[in-house]
């Protein structure tokens, strides 16, 4: 039992669906887990596990921000034997032709976090990626869906609120696609511990247009991310 998650051992399936926002995973699991039943309730991060077309998959809220998010998903990995993680997040364009409501699968994360340069002692730059298999699934089953799921670097910042306004166009000009803020610190853990990850992104607001969607369809009306991430973490 671990000291934030709290499951007892066999709660949590090997394939983990992970939004940030712990309603959402209450919602996901809700809407498309049979026999879903919450195992964990700790600082109200819920946690549900169920079947999805008869596999068992769980489904974990992480909380905003890398720090939060490396504490659920090395728990998942180093306690429960968690194979594979799929991030289901929403982030914020930085390209103009990338709009609300459009789908982005992580190909890569850049970062502004120190996390990774402590990590491997101040002297490199690690440059975490996703799983290939998992990201080659993921546009498969999207091409199957009619979706026109958009593949390429992300930004997972540290800072929501920042005072660089230059850096996102400057970013936009490199082909980083939109901003959040959990994935490189997903991708880097899951290497440590030879799981599999990928990040999906529903875009929910337009950093250079200035538009958002609103508060309760960030919650629960992400529909093509979630059933996409879910064909993907059971195929």
């Known amino acids: 039992m671990s000291t934030h998650i709290g499951a007892k051992p066999g709660e949590i399936a090997e394939r983990v669906l992970m939004p940030g926002d712990p309603l959402r995973a209450k919602w996901i699991a809700e809407t498309y887990l049979e026999d879903a039943k919450c195992y964990s309730t700790v600082r109200n991060m819920f946690g549900f596990t169920g079947k999805y077309k008869g596999i068992d998959v769980s489904v974990q809220g992480s909380g905003m921000g890398m720090p939060s998010c490396s504490i659920y998903v090395h728990e998942l990995l180093a306690e429960y034997g968690v194979k594979t993680i799929m991030r289901v997040g929403s982030a914020g364009s930085i ?4 709009g609300l409501r459009d789908v982005v699968a992580a190909i890569g994360a850049t970062t502004d976090s120190a996390m990774n340069r402590q990590r491997f002692d101040n002297f490199v730059d690690y440059a975490p990626v996703a799983d290939f298999g998992l990201l080659r699934t993921a546009v498969d089953k999207a091409a199957e869906r009619g979706l026109a799921l958009r593949v390429g670097p992300v930004m997972a910042a540290d800072a929501f609120y920042g005072d660089q306004p230059d850096l996102y166009g400057k970013l ?6 939109c901003v959040e803020m959990e994935t490189a610190a997903l991708y880097t853990i899951a290497a440590r511990f030879k799981a599999k990850a990928l990040t999906l992104l529903t875009i929910s607001d ?3 247009q200035g538009t958002a969607m609103p508060a309760e ?5 992400f529909s093509q991310m979630a059933e996409l991430g879910l064909d993907t973490i059971i195929a």
Do not use: C, M, P, T
């Open 95 to 98: 390209q103009e032709d990338l």
């Open 206 to 208: 337009h950093i250079l």
């Open 217 to 221: 369809d960030r919650e629960r009306s």
């Open 172 to 177: 936009a000009n490199y082909g980083v696609l």
